[in-house]
């Protein structure tokens, strides 16, 4: 099976803007989570989508949202882009995205704002 | 709110000699546990999880992690570490209170000298 896929790898973007990255899941996965990695905060979650609701939302700003498709794949956005933005942001599958279940993860997407 | 926390943020070590990572987290509740990998450049990987049962759990390339209840903690261990283990190390929990995310540490880099 292929594995959890991101796409872009890398991004630059400034100030202000927005962006909007996508997540392919593991074929079969229906719960897709976000993370974003940073070297201060490390690994904090995002949100989880299941069956295209969200289920859980981290303590983001609302600058940070995301959606999901009937096929699973799932897309966030993050509006007038800040500095602090600047991260990896993780997306992250499994089944049906229960406790008990292994979260597998992609490469990621390396987002630099200027 | 639950955390983990992983105490030794940096560690090097020679080739061939023993690797102790501690983890700790706080929740009272019923918990999964996890040890993630990310090597130089590549996504997160699992090492091993615990679900329930043996508390002492085997993963990937000789590494097993024991889950002591009564400390909070599930230490990584490995009996002797080769030059290819220089990696960053997450633990991770997730909680049986239908949040589903996963709550990281804060990464431990490991850094193994030939």
């Known amino acids: 099976k292929a594995g959890v896929t991101q796409t872009p790898r890398y991004l630059i973007k400034t100030r202000g803007q927005q962006v909007t990255l996508s997540c392919s899941p593991i074929?079969?996965?229906?719960?897709v989570s976000w993370y974003q990695q940073t070297p201060g905060q490390g690994l904090q979650f995002l949100f989880e989508?299941?069956?295209?609701?969200?289920?859980n939302k981290g303590n983001f700003p609302g600058r940070f949202s995301g959606r999901q498709f009937s096929n699973s794949r799932s897309e966030m956005n993050v509006s007038t882009l800040e500095l602090g933005d600047s991260a990896l942001y993780l997306c992250?599958?499994?089944?049906?995205?229960?406790?008990?279940?292994?979260?597998?993860f992609g490469p990621g997407t390396r987002l630099l704002v200027l | 709110a639950q955390s983990v926390s992983q105490h030794n943020h940096h560690v090097i070590l020679s080739e061939a000699a023993s690797l102790e990572l501690g983890c700790n987290y706080s929740?009272?509740?019923?918990?999964?546990l996890f040890w993630y990998v990310q090597y130089p450049g590549q996504h997160l990987q699992l090492l091993l999880k615990?679900?329930?049962?043996?508390?002492l759990v085997k993963g990937i390339k000789g590494f097993e992690a024991e889950f002591i209840k009564s400390k909070f903690s599930f230490n990584l261990r490995k009996p002797s570490v080769q030059w290819s283990d220089t990696a960053e190390y997450f633990c991770?929990?997730?909680?049986?209170?239908?949040?589903?995310?996963?709550?990281f540490g804060s990464g431990t880099r490991l850094l193994v000298r030939p």
């Open positions: 992250a599958s499994s089944l049906e995205g229960t406790y008990q279940e292994t979260q597998y």
């Open positions: 074929s079969g996965h229906r719960s």
């Open positions: 615990y679900f329930s049962g043996d508390p």
């Open positions: 991770a929990v997730s909680l049986m209170d239908s949040s589903y995310k996963l709550i």
């Open positions: 989508y299941f069956s295209e609701t969200q289920r």
């Open positions: 929740y009272g509740g019923t918990v999964n």
